[in-house]
C-alpha cells in the first residue's frame, strides 16, 4: 500500500516555474516507479512525466518536454516535478500516480495509487 501526498501547486504568471512534490508512505515506494498526470476541466487526464524506480529512466510528454524536469529521492520517500517556462494551457489539477510493476507509463489506468492532485494556475 502507497499512499501519496502532492503539494507545491498554486498560480503563476506565464513564463514563471513551481516545484510540484508527491510525498509517498510505506516501505516499497523505491520499488515503484512513478508518474505525473495532469486534468484540466472538460478534459480527459493526461500523461505528463514518469520516473523509473532508480531514477535512471525518465519520460516526458512532447508538450512538456524540455520545460519540466521529473525527480526522485528515495530516501524522502518523495518525487518531484520541477516547471520552469509555465504557459496558460499548463492549468490543471497536478496528480502523482505510483506505477504498477511492468507496466507502461502513459495510460493512467496502469497506476496503483493516486494522490489527491494539487492546482496549478497559470495566468497569461
Known amino acids: 500500500q502507497v499512499q501519496l501526498v502532492e503539494s507545491g501547486g498554486g498560480l503563476v504568471q506565464a513564463g514563471g516555474s513551481l516545484r510540484l512534490s508527491c510525498a509517498a508512505s510505506?516501505?516499497?515506494?523505491?520499488?515503484?516507479?512513478m508518474g505525473w498526470f495532469r486534468q484540466a476541466p472538460g478534459k480527459e487526464r493526461e500523461f505528463v512525466a514518469a520516473i523509473s524506480w532508480s531514477g535512471g529512466s525518465t519520460y516526458y510528454a512532447d508538450s512538456v518536454k524540455g520545460r519540466f524536469t521529473i525527480s526522485r529521492d528515495n530516501a524522502k520517500n518523495t518525487v518531484y516535478l520541477q516547471m520552469n517556462s509555465l504557459k496558460p494551457e499548463d492549468t490543471a489539477v497536478y496528480y502523482c500516480?505510483?506505477?504498477?510493476?511492468?507496466?507502461?507509463?502513459?495510460?493512467?489506468?496502469?497506476?496503483?495509487?493516486w494522490g489527491q492532485g494539487t492546482q496549478v494556475t497559470v495566468s497569461s
Open positions: 510505506g516501505r516499497t515506494f523505491s520499488s515503484y516507479a
Open positions: 500516480a505510483a506505477l504498477t510493476p511492468g507496466s507502461s507509463v502513459q495510460p493512467p489506468n496502469e497506476y496503483d495509487y
